[in-house]
RNA sequence: GCACCCGUGGUGAAAUGGAUAUCACUACGGUCUUCGGAACCGUCAUUCCAGGUUCGAGUCCUGGCGGGUGCACCA
C-alpha cells in the first residue's frame, strides 16, 4: 500500500462523511507544479454540477471531514487557501501508520491539494533500500510470451532489427518488473522468396564454400537485383525457393541449410551484444507447415479460394481481403503467423498474454491475424496483445548503408562508439576500460533515443544532438550514476539516519515515482514512461547536486542527503537496465 | 478509392479530461579556487483549422487540411 492509495480511502471516506454519495469515482493526480503538493484531488469539480454547488464549497465541505481546520502557514502563502492537518491514525489505517499526518488546501477552482509530511518522506526513503525496489505487483503470477526481433536471415541485421530490438528487451525488461514470468521468444524468417535469391546468388558468385556476413548481405542484394532483371534468373529463384519449402534433398538445399545455421548464430551474437538472450526461437519453416495444415482444414469455414489462391474475407471485418496460400501452394506470411500461434500455445499454454513487437507498418497485418487466428481458435485473439514501435529516421548526419538504403546496426553502433571514444580521449582511464565504456553509451545513446519517444510514433535519430550526449539523452543520465557512486566513494562511513533538519528535497519525492512509471509503462505497452522518469530524476538530482554538498559531513543533514544519494543512484541503475542500458562506474 | 497512425515553440519530444502546457536542442547571458562541467541557473519562442461534448479539451466526438503507412499471391 502506497500514499496514493491511503489518501484515496481517506478521501472516500471524507466525501462520504460529507454528505455526498459515491457515485464518481475518486481521483488525485501529481501536481504538475511539485509547490502545489504531493497529490491533488480534482473530484470536487465533478461533484460540484451535481450537487449544484459550487466546487470550492464542495472540497470545503471535504476538507472538513478529513481533520480539524488549523492554522498553518501554508495558508499564509496561498491567500485564500484553507489549511488542515489529517491524522492518519483517525482512520486506523493500521498497516501504513507510518503516514502520521498531511496538509491538505484548497486551491484554483477546487482542487484539493495534499501535502504529505516530512516524517513520511523519512520513511519512504526507507523503502528504496528493500530488495523488492523496482518491481511492482501488477501482473502478479502471470505469465506472457513476448515476441521480438524478428530478422530475416541470410540479411544483415539492420536498423529496423535494432530498434525492434530495444523496445522488445526493454518490455520484456518492464513486464519482468511487473511481476511477469516472462518467455522471450524471437520468430526469424528463415523461408521465402527473399531467401531463395540470396542462395542463388551464394553460388553464382562461388561463395557457396565459405561465406561471411559480408558476402551474405552482397548476395541478397545481388539475388534481389537480377531477380527483377533477368527472367532466367528468374526462373532459377523461384526453382530454388520449391526446393527449399519442399526440402529437397539437393546443393542449394545444402547450401540454405549451412546458410541458416551460419546466419542464426550470427543474430544471436548481434544480439547478446545488445543484451538480448532469447529463451526460445520459432522459425518460419516450423510455422508455415502447420499454418499450411490449419488453413486448409478450415476450407469453407473460415477460408476460401480465390483465383487459385486460398484467401480470407477480411474485408467482412472491415479489413481486407488476403492470400493465405498462394498459387504454388507455399503459406504466405499470413499463414505463417497462424502456425506460430499453434506453435506457442503448443509450446507453452497455459499462460495469460503473447506479446508481438513489431513495426508499426504490421499494425493491419496483425489485424487480420488476429481476426483468422481468432476463428480457429477463440483464445488466439483474445490474448494476443500487439505492441507496435515507429521508424526510425535520420537527420543530421549520414550512416554508411552498404546494401541498399538501410543502414546496419553494426555500422550504426560501431559510429557511436567511435564518437563516445573521442570524447573520452583526455579521460583518465584505462584503455581497455574506456573500449567498454565507449561501448555502454553508444549502446545508451541509441537505445535511449528510441525508447524515450511514445511506442508507435515515428523516431528521428539526430547525430549532432544524439552525440553531444548532452540534456535529454542515455549517457546524461549515465553520468549522474557516475556522480552519485563518486560521491559514495568518498564516503566511508554514514549512519543510517532518514533525519532532516530542512524541508525534503525534490530529489527525495521524485524517488517514490518510480513504481508509478513502471505501472504506466505496462498499463500503456511503452516504455517511454520509465525513460522519461529516469530522466527527470537525474535532472532533479543534478539540480540537488549544484545546490548542495553532499558529502559534507558538518552539514547536519550529511546522512540523509548520502542516503538519498544512494537511493537515486539504485533507482537510476535499476531504471535503465529496463531499458536495457548499463551503468559504467566511470565514464 | 478504402483502412490505420500521426499533426504541440525554429528543431525533437512530454503531458490517466484538470491549475500558468513541461523538457531537451539551438541562440543569447550567467555559475566555475568543483562531492567529476557529459553539470547547474536564467532569457526568447508553442497545442493544424472549424464546429461539438464537458464545470474544465493538446487530450474525447464530427467535419476539413497536411504528413506517413497498409490494401491478394514479398516478409
Redesign the pocket.
Known amino acids: 500500500m502506497n500514499s496514493k492509495e491511503t489518501i484515496l480511502q481517506i478521501l472516500e471516506k471524507a466525501f462520504a462523511d460529507a454528505g455526498f454519495k459515491l457515485d464518481q469515482e475518486i481521483?488525485?493526480?501529481?501536481?504538475?507544479?511539485m509547490?502545489?503538493?504531493d497529490?491533488?484531488?480534482?473530484?470536487a469539480?465533478?461533484y460540484?454540477?451535481?450537487n449544484g454547488l459550487n466546487?470550492r464549497e464542495v472540497a470545503k465541505k471535504v476538507v472538513e471531514n478529513m481533520g480539524s481546520v488549523v492554522p498553518h502557514s501554508a495558508s499564509e502563502k496561498k491567500p485564500g487557501a484553507k489549511v488542515v492537518l489529517i491524522n492518519f491514525n483517525k482512520y486506523k489505517y493500521d498497516e501504513h501508520s507510518f503516514i502520521e499526518s498531511a496538509e491538505v488546501g484548497i486551491?484554483?477552482?477546487?482542487?484539493?491539494?495534499i501535502t504529505l509530511n516530512k516524517k513520511y518522506w523519512q520513511q519512504q526513503l526507507l523503502k528504496t533500500q528493500e530488495d523488492t525496489w523496482g518491481t511492482v505487483e501488477l501482473h502478479k503470477d502471470e505469465k506472457w510470451l513476448i515476441e521480438h526481433t524478428?530478422p530475416?536471415l541470410f540479411k544483415p541485421f539492420h536498423i529496423g532489427h535494432l530498434v525492434n530490438n530495444a523496445f522488445g528487451n526493454s518490455f520484456v525488461q518492464i513486464a519482468k518488473a511487473g511481476g511477469v514470468d516472462v518467455i522471450e521468444l524471437s520468430f526469424p524468417?528463415d523461408?521465402?522468396?527473399?531467401?531463395a535469391k540470396a542462395v542463388w546468388a551464394l553460388i553464382e558468385k562461388g561463395w557457396d564454400k565459405e561465406f561471411d556476413i559480408e558476402q551474405i548481405g552482397q548476395a541478397y542484394a545481388y539475388g534481389s537485383g537480377q531477380y527483377k532483371e533477368d527472367p532466367e534468373v528468374k526462373t532459377k529463384i523461384d526453382e530454388i525457393?520449391k526446393i527449399i519449402y519442399n526440402q529437397t534433398e539437393s546443393h542449394e538445399y545444402d547450401v540454405y541449410l549451412k546458410g541458416t545455421e551460419f546466419c542464426l548464430n550470427y543474430m544471436k551474437r548481434m544480439v547478446a551484444t545488445i543484451g538480448t538472450t532469447f529463451d526460445d526461437i520459432i522459425y518460419?519453416t516450423e510455422s508455415?507447415i502447420k499454418g499450411k495444415e490449419l488453413v486448409k482444414e478450415h476450407m469453407g469455414d473460415i477460408f476460401e479460394e480465390?483465383?487459385?489462391?486460398?484467401?480470407f474475407r477480411?474485408?467482412e471485418y472491415?479489413?481486407?481481403?488476403?492470400?493465405f496460400?498462394?498459387?504454388?501452394g507455399?503459406?504466405?506470411?499470413?499463414?505463417?503467423d497462424i502456425g506460430l500461434m499453434w506453435h506457442k500455445w503448443d509450446r507453452f499454454a497455459p499462460f495469460d498474454k503473447s506479446v508481438y513487437v513489431t513495426?508499426?507498418?504490421?499494425?493491419?497485418?496483425f489485424?487480420l491475424v488476429a481476426k483468422a487466428g481468432g476463428k480457429i481458435n477463440t483464445e488466439w485473439e483474445e490474448k494476443s496483445s500487439f505492441i507496435?514501435h515507429?521508424?526510425l529516421t535520420f537527420?543530421?548526419g549520414k550512416v554508411s548503408s552498404r546494401y541498399g538504403n538501410v543502414p546496419l546496426a553494426e555500422d550504426l553502433i560501431a559510429q557511436v562508439e567511435t564518437a563516445?571514444f573521442e570524447?573520452?580521449a583526455e579521460?583518465d582511464?584505462p584503455e581497455q576500460d574506456k573500449a567498454d565504456?565507449?561501448r555502454k553509451?553508444a549502446i545508451s545513446?541509441l537505445r535511449y533515443?528510441f525508447l524515450?519517444?511514445?511506442?508507435?510514433?515515428?523516431?528521428?535519430f539526430?547525430f549532432?544532438?544524439s552525440l553531444?550526449?548532452?540534456?535529454?539523452?542515455g549517457?546524461?543520465i549515465?553520468?549522474?550514476y557516475?556522480?552519485t557512486?563518486?560521491?559514495l566513494?568518498?564516503i566511508s562511513e554514514v549512519g543510517q539516519s532518514e533525519e532532516i533538519t530542512g524541508e525534503v528535497p525534490e530529489v527525495a519525492k521524485m524517488l517514490e515515482r518510480f513504481p508509478e512509471a513502471i505501472e504506466?509503462s505496462l498499463?500503456?505497452f511503452?516504455p517511454?514512461?520509465v525513460a522519461?522518469y529516469v530522466?527527470?530524476l537525474?535532472?532533479?538530482?543534478?539540480?540537488?547536486?549544484?545546490?548542495?554538498?553532499?558529502?559534507?559531513m558538518a552539514n547536519p543533514d550529511f546522512a540523509y542527503?548520502v542516503n538519498v544519494?544512494k537511493a537515486v543512484g539504485e533507482t537510476l541503475q535499476k531504471g535503465l537496465a529496463l531499458l536495457g542500458i548499463e551503468t559504467?562506474?566511470?565514464?
Request: proline share 3%; charged share 20%.
Open positions: 481521483h488525485i493526480e501529481h501536481p504538475q507544479d509547490s502545489h503538493g497529490w491533488a484531488c480534482t473530484s469539480l465533478g460540484a454540477k451535481k466546487p486551491a484554483g477552482p477546487g482542487f484539493i491539494n524478428q530475416n524468417s523461408i521465402g522468396p527473399g531467401i525457393n518460419e508455415e480465390s483465383e487459385g489462391a486460398i484467401i477480411g474485408s472491415g479489413l481486407y481481403d488476403s492470400v496460400i498462394n498459387g504454388a507455399f503459406g504466405t506470411y499470413l499463414t505463417k513495426d508499426m507498418e504490421q499494425k493491419q497485418h489485424q507496435h515507429g521508424r537527420a543530421g563516445v570524447k573520452m579521460r582511464l565504456v565507449a553509451v545513446a533515443s524515450k519517444t511514445t511506442a508507435g510514433k515515428n523516431m528521428v539526430d549532432e544532438k553531444s550526449f548532452e540534456g535529454n539523452s549517457p546524461y549515465q553520468y549522474t557516475v556522480r557512486q563518486s560521491i566513494n568518498k504506466k498499463h500503456d511503452s517511454h514512461h522519461q530522466y527527470e537525474a535532472q532533479v538530482f543534478n539540480s540537488f547536486y549544484a545546490e548542495t554538498k553532499i558529502a559534507d542527503n544519494t559504467a562506474e566511470r565514464m
